[in-house]
Nanobody, 125 residues
Framework: QVQLVESGGGLVQAGGSLRLSCVAS????????MGWFRQAPGKEREFVAA????????YYADSVKGRSTISRDNAKNTMYLQMNSLKPEDTAVYYC??????????????????WGQGTQVTVSS
């Protein structure tokens, strides 16, 4: 089955930047939709960004639009989330997700089948 492993989280000051990575293994992913979600303790998991593995289409939550860039490197089987101008409200565990059904860029948890373990992002004031 597909495995997803996130990395790149850490503690940063407000206004700083982080680049999260998600390494995928187990299959080829040319037809997959891929997404980033985040979850704070006691809160529901929320959508951040999505991309088609084949490239082209991207979609961002309003909360990160203009500050974040989702991308992928097919040769490395890796998806990235570049986050700039970080705010304390960005603090959460960030999860990588994969949807093998194809072309829809879902914004809900139920739209994805595979999930990584998460990486913690903490933004201090």
């Amino acid at each position: 089955q597909v495995q997803l492993v996130e990395s790149g989280g850490g503690l940063v000051q407000a206004g700083g930047s982080l680049r999260l990575s998600c390494v995928a293994s187990g299959r080829t992913f040319s037809s997959y939709a891929m997404g980033w979600f985040r979850q704070a303790p006691g809160k529901e998991r929320e959508f951040v960004a999505a991309i088609r593995w084949s490239g082209g289409s991207t979609y961002y939550a309003d909360s990160v639009k203009g500050r974040s860039t989702i991308s992928r490197d097919n040769a490395k089987n890796t998806m990235y989330l570049q986050m700039n101008s970080l705010k304390p409200e960005d603090t959460a565990v960030y999860y990588c997700a994969a949807d093998p059904t194809g072309h829809s860029l879902s914004t809900v948890v139920a739209g994805y089948k595979y999930w990584g373990q998460g990486t913690q992002v903490t933004v201090s004031s």
